[in-house]
């Protein structure tokens, strides 16, 4: 209620549509009453040479201190020669496991009713430690990179869910049978981990196997744990099994118990400032990032107004094949509320 101390979080409109969901998250979240009071950084439009990104040393701090936010999308500006500002993020914060729940909406009908998965991905190395380099010409090399420390911490995390949120089932995702010394360390440091969750069914399975069971029936599956690159591509083939980029929210944990929630979905450009883009994946961060500040009954109430008004069918973006607005969609969720 509005009597409590609001917490303080930052949020980070980004770019592209991303101020365009994040008002629309602002203006939810106010008409729920929910005592957030949002510490706002943009991305800059220089440099900041103590980060080597557009990310201000500020920004950086804000989330350190604050241990919890929201990012919209950041458009990566390709081949400029400082860091991408995801991966900033990512590196500075720590955050190294990005969990993507992905749900079935209720009165989203799409080719399944029931889907339930959750997807945890290893956020900080694999494929993406960014080592790549000509041997000689007309030959390349990239070097994946897999550590213990890194995969011990992904999976703990992910068996820890599993416990903590009922759920019965992890998969470990892999291709240990090629990849033998990296796949199988990641897929090692899993067995370990699962032999102290006995309550917990665990079970290794190939990746390209997981593809088909996935899109043949994905009840098959409960939590997903994986490597970086796995992780990247599973999570947006679960993401198409419940509707597509717009609906599915995630969270990025990071040591110190920081989480930084955020759509999965990039800045779109080519629907930006047009009034057009779903805010429902940036809501659904929202509703995660209040989950994890234990605000469940606010966040129930806005996770109700969002899958009511979907459900209704009145008032639906263009992605979900309504005509309505960003700013009309908003208004009928807080018209919930
Ligand atoms: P994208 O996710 O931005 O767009 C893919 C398609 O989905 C587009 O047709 C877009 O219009 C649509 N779409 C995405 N979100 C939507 C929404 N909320 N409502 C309606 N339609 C939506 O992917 P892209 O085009 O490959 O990437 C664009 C930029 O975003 C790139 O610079 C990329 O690096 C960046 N990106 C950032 C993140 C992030 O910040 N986490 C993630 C992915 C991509």
């Given at each position: 209620?509005?009597?409590?101390?609001?917490?303080?979080?930052?949020?980070?409109?980004?770019?592209?549509?991303?101020?365009?969901?994040?008002?629309?998250?602002?203006?939810?979240?106010?008409?729920?009453?929910?005592?957030?009071?949002?510490?706002?950084?943009?991305?800059?439009?220089?440099?900041?040479?103590?980060?080597?990104?557009?990310?201000?040393?500020?920004?950086?701090?804000?989330?350190?201190?604050?241990?919890?936010?929201?990012?919209?999308?950041?458009?990566?500006?390709?081949?400029?020669?400082?860091?991408?500002?995801?991966?900033?993020?990512?590196?500075?914060?720590?955050?190294?496991?990005?969990?993507?729940?992905?749900?079935?909406?209720?009165?989203?009908?799409?080719?399944?009713?029931?889907?339930?998965?959750?997807?945890?991905?290893?956020?900080?190395?694999?494929?993406?430690?960014?080592l790549e380099h000509q041997v000689?010409?007309?030959v390349v090399e990239s070097i994946?990179?897999?550590?213990?420390?890194?995969?011990?911490?992904?999976?703990?995390?992910?068996?820890?869910?599993?416990?903590?949120?009922?759920?019965?089932?992890?998969?470990?995702?892999?291709?240990?049978?090629?990849?033998?010394?990296?796949?199988?360390?990641?897929?090692?440091?899993?067995?370990?981990?699962?032999?102290?969750?006995?309550?917990?069914?665990?079970?290794?399975?190939?990746?390209?196997?997981?593809?088909?069971?996935?899109?043949?029936?994905?009840?098959?599956?409960?939590?997903?744990?994986?490597?970086?690159?796995?992780?990247?591509?599973?999570?947006?083939?679960?993401?198409?099994?419940?509707?597509?980029?717009?609906?599915?929210?995630?969270?990025?944990?990071?040591?110190?118990?920081?989480?930084?929630?955020?759509?999965?979905?990039?800045?779109?450009?080519?629907?930006?400032?047009?009034?057009?883009?779903?805010?429902?994946?940036?809501?659904?961060?929202?509703?995660?990032?209040?989950?994890?500040?234990?605000?469940?009954?606010?966040?129930?109430?806005?996770?109700?107004?969002?899958?009511?008004?979907?459900?209704?069918?009145?008032?639906?973006?263009?992605?979900?094949?309504?005509?309505?607005?960003?700013?009309?969609?908003?208004?009928?969720?807080?018209?919930?509320?």
């Amino acid at each position: 209620s509005s009597s409590t101390t609001p917490i303080k979080a930052t949020l980070f409109p980004g770019d592209g549509i991303g101020p365009e969901i994040a008002e629309s998250v602002k203006q939810v979240f106010t008409a729920a009453d929910v005592a957030i009071d949002w510490d706002e950084h943009y991305v800059s439009t220089e440099v900041d040479p103590r980060t080597n990104s557009f990310l201000t040393r500020e920004s950086l701090q804000s989330v350190l201190d604050n241990k919890v936010g929201l990012k919209g999308p950041m458009a990566t500006p390709i081949g400029k020669g400082h860091r991408s500002l995801n991966l900033t993020l990512r590196k500075e914060l720590n955050l190294y496991a990005n969990v993507r729940p992905c749900y079935s909406l209720p009165g989203y009908k799409t080719r399944y009713d029931d889907v339930d998965l959750i997807t945890i991905r290893e956020n900080t190395e694999g494929e993406y430690s960014g080592l790549e380099h000509q041997v000689v010409k007309g030959v390349v090399e990239s070097i994946k990179i897999i550590t213990r420390k890194a995969s011990m911490r992904v999976a703990e995390y992910a068996f820890l869910y599993a416990k903590t949120h009922g759920r019965k089932k992890v998969s470990a995702i892999h291709k240990a049978n090629i990849m033998r010394k990296t796949d199988g360390l990641f897929l090692q440091c899993c067995d370990e981990v699962a032999e102290k969750y006995p309550e917990i069914e665990y079970e290794k399975v190939v990746i390209d196997n997981c593809c088909m069971m996935l899109v043949k029936n994905p009840t098959l599956f409960d939590v997903l744990v994986m490597p970086n690159l796995y992780g990247d591509i599973i999570s947006d083939l679960c993401a198409g099994l419940v509707g597509g980029l717009g609906l599915t929210p995630s969270c990025n944990i990071g040591e110190d118990g920081i989480a930084l929630a955020e759509a999965v979905h990039g800045s779109a450009p080519d629907i930006a400032g047009k009034n057009l883009a779903n805010p429902t994946a940036l809501l659904l961060s929202g509703v995660m990032m209040l989950r994890h500040l234990k605000l469940n009954k606010q966040a129930e109430q806005i996770h109700s107004a969002i899958i009511n008004t979907i459900a209704e069918g009145k008032y639906r973006t263009a992605d979900l094949g309504g005509t309505s607005t960003t700013t009309e969609f908003t208004k009928a969720i807080c018209d919930h509320l």
